[in-house]
């Protein structure tokens, strides 16, 4: 049920984000979700990409300081309240929330977050057991 993100730190200057996306598109690998963190001096870009092993490969090779981090991939019903629904879930389990990000397209017709708690397999546990659906790594680099 765990979903590989890759991290890239970048600083903070022009084109670096253009150089990120040329080495992935060049080989062929295509952005399923993404966020940006960032200070005045650098950031770090989170993927989900369709083939995370080869993207840490093709970064790291291009020069880029990379990370692979597990997170999760979460439906959340696309309605008023539903993504409150989830993090109540989670705040039940005493679980936090380092950050969220949300994809760039649907599963189904529910809307699909990505999390990254600190005891993943609690979180997993925890959303399973009240029936949300998590997606697996094989589902989200499929869409």
Not at 9 to 35: H, P, Y
Not at 98 to 106: D, T, V
Request: no cysteine; charged share 25%; hydrophobic share 50%.
């Amino acid at each position: 049920m765990k979903v590989k993100q890759i991290s890239i730190f970048l600083e903070n200057k022009s084109g670096r984000l253009a150089q990120v996306t040329r080495v992935l598109g060049d080989n062929g690998i295509n952005i399923r979700a993404l966020a940006i963190a960032d200070t005045t001096d650098f950031g770090i870009l989170r993927l989900i990409v369709n083939d995370p092993d080869r993207a840490y490969r093709v970064l790291k090779e291009a020069g880029f300081t990379v990370s692979a981090t597990d997170v999760i991939a979460v439906e959340v019903v696309d309605e008023p309240g539903g993504l409150a629904m989830v993090l109540a879930v989670l705040q039940e389990a005493n679980l936090n929330i380092e950050y969220l990000y949300a994809f760039l397209q649907k599963a189904s017709k529910a809307a699909l977050v990505v999390f990254r708690v600190e005891q993943l397999d609690d979180a997993i546990a925890a959303l399973q057991a009240k029936g949300i659906r998590i997606l697996s790594g094989e589902e989200v680099y499929a869409l």
